[in-house]
Nanobody
């Protein structure tokens, strides 16, 4: 069974940082584009960041404004999301996702595999 397992979420004060990790199991995703989305209570799932197969191409949601960085591990199978200068508005469940293709995409419908999510809470 293919799974994406997120970790690294938690409670942090405004201005703090967190690093989320996404580790696949059941198959490798080194040849696939991967991304991060988030969903706050009562809101739609929102695109955060995506990275292409080899890591040469990345894309970010408009709200990121340089605060977040998506990257791949040495084996290209693990994906990270480094988040700096966190704000209370960043509070949400963050989901890792992978798609069948190598190029990045920004809508949830373009992704085929999803993790269970990790909670990020930013206190003011």
């Amino acid at each position: 069974q293919v799974q994406l397992v997120e970790s690294g979420g938690g409670l942090v004060q405004a201005g703090g940082s967190l690093r989320l990790s996404c580790a696949p199991s059941g198959r490798a995703f080194g040849s696939n584009a991967m991304g991060w989305f988030r969903q706050a209570p009562g809101k739609e799932r929102e695109f955060v960041a995506a990275i292409s197969r080899g890591g040469s191409s990345t894309q970010y949601g408009d709200f990121v404004t340089g605060r977040f960085t998506i990257s791949r591990g040495d084996a290209k199978n693990t994906v990270y999301l480094q988040m700096l200068s966190l704000e209370p508005e960043d509070t949400a469940v963050y989901y890792c996702a992978a798609r069948r293709f190598a190029v990045v995409a920004t809508t949830p419908q373009d992704y085929d595999y999803w993790g269970q999510g990790t909670q990020v809470t930013v206190s003011s």
